[in-house]
């Protein structure tokens, strides 16, 4: 049986093959319909096919790359396909100029220019008919009956999701709790039977029979925070101690850990709280930073100063906006933005998280954030040495103070730079709770690597062409 992951990776190849299928054929038959025109035969016969350099590498590369900066190689739903369709012929007309471009540059055109013409509208129809085909083939035929262990305000969020994404082919049949304490200090308290209006089928001890009479097809266990969360909150705050934490895992733990391994004689050993800057990929981390900070900066002095003219022109107040931030082991710094509310946003207010449709945000505010062009000056803060290109968003010190009081962990995101994106921009959304970032958050400190950080700039750019994402 072919795993999840497998079945990711076949889709992917089997969707790309057919991709590099459709330009190749698009762009041949472009040159036999033109050869098939009855007055240009003499002028442009097929044969002229083969007497002119063609770039099969551009045209392949070209093609992957526009599909996937737009998303299309993400998994889409039926509820997805009418727009996924329609980002096609917006996708391949970048590549059409890129194509043109690219022969005009190289002094190439020894063939009519409406041959790539008819090569884009051939590619459009191409891969609309696979893309369409796909769709309907991979869309799920059936829903997956799901249980979720356990209650809580992170079950109330999966709950939530699933039911604003029903095309992830989710159905929750209802949820199984720890065992319940049935006593309070007013005497014996009733069990719930329901949560968010699904109902609770037993307890943890029920577990094996409800999977067995409801005929689940996956469990999610969603456990709230324990003593050993706790415990990582109060190491994390202590300033007396840098201490690492090791355990002897269960079978259970063995199986979801991929943390660093250790043996002490026979005993296994999971470090589960660690240095995690060590190493010389961080010193790498730091060089790429700089460099590719100074150069973007040196590139973009023209988006600089079309942006700075523009807010200047459409509302009052200072082009860039300075706000103190909460970075490295606590330290605080001040990050560079350029401005995209109006002037004093949280004068009445105080400081308050920004919302999808905050109503401070200016038109051109709303538009430089869709194109993550605000974030441009903490090109500045890289090279200051307080950010890096990847890591945890810098938050205020107003909202670290809270969220650290009743998130158990926050404080572990401290342990690296915080980033212009993160793996938290490119999987959440703007209702994505502190709680739930903070998960990846975590992920990333505690498995960075220079490719995860290629991967975490790749998706940024295809979220922001595609207008996703927070």
């Known amino acids: 049986m072919i795993e999840a992951g497998q079945r990711r990776k076949l889709r992917i190849l089997v969707t790309l093959l057919g991709d590099l299928t459709a330009v190749a054929l698009a762009y041949v038959a472009a040159f036999y319909l033109r050869a098939m025109i009855p007055l240009a035969r003499s002028y442009m016969p097929f044969g002229r096919f083969f007497q002119v350099k063609h770039y099969w590498l551009l045209l392949f590369v070209s093609q992957a790359a526009v599909l996937y900066f737009f998303g299309l190689y993400d998994r889409i739903h039926q509820d997805q396909k009418r727009q996924a369709l329609l980002q096609i012929p917006v996708a391949l007309f970048i590549q059409f100029l890129l194509v043109v471009a690219f022969y005009f540059f190289a002094g190439e055109f020894l063939f009519p220019r409406s041959i790539f013409v008819g090569f884009y509208i051939l590619n459009n129809v191409l891969i609309l008919a696979w893309r369409g085909m796909l769709i309907d083939v991979y869309a799920p035929k059936s829903q997956k009956r799901v249980i979720l262990f356990g209650l809580g305000k992170t079950a109330r969020e999966f709950i939530r999701n699933l039911e604003e994404n029903p095309y992830f082919g989710l ?271 975590l992920a990333y400190i505690h498995n960075h690597n220079l490719l995860l950080d290629l991967m975490i700039v790749l998706e940024t750019i295809k979220i922001v062409l595609t207008r996703k994402g927070v």
Not at 191 to 214: C, K, S, W
Not at 220 to 246: C, H, K, Y
């Open 171 to 441: 159905k929750i049949v209802g949820l199984v709790q720890e065992n319940p304490s049935n006593e309070s200090q007013n005497g014996p308290v009733p069990p719930a039977t329901q949560f968010e209006g699904y109902p609770i089928l037993g307890t943890r001890d029920d577990l094996v029979q409800v999977v067995e009479r409801h005929k689940v097809d996956a469990i999610v266990m969603i456990p709230e925070s324990s003593w050993q969360d706790q415990l990582i909150d109060a190491i994390g705050r202590s300033e007396q101690t840098n201490a690492n934490i090791f355990v002897v895992p269960s079978i259970f733990e063995m199986l979801i850990s991929k943390m660093q391994h250790l043996q002490i004689h026979d005993i296994p050993l999971v470090e589960v709280v660690r240095n995690p800057t060590a190493g010389a990929r961080f010193y790498t981390k730091r060089m790429l930073d700089i460099f590719f900070s100074a150069l973007l900066l040196l590139l973009l002095l023209p988006v600089f100063a079309i942006v700075a003219a523009t807010i200047r022109i459409s509302s009052p107040g200072p082009v860039v906006y300075r706000q103190k931030r909460v970075g490295k082991d606590g330290a605080l710094f001040v990050v560079y933005k350029f401005r995209t509310m109006v002037l004093d946003a949280e004068a009445k207010t105080g400081a308050v998280l920004a919302s999808e449709n905050d109503a401070r945000v200016t038109p051109l505010g709303k538009w430089l954030r869709q194109l993550r062009l605000d974030e441009l000056p903490q090109l500045v803060n890289i090279l200051e040495g307080n950010m890096s290109f990847v890591g945890p968003r810098p938050e205020r010190p107003e909202f670290v103070e809270k969220f650290s009081e009743t998130i158990p962990g926050y404080r572990e995101r401290f342990k690296m730079k915080p980033g212009i994106t993160g793996l938290a921009q490119v999987h959440g959304e703007y209702h994505t709770s502190p709680e739930m970032k903070l998960r990846y958050d």
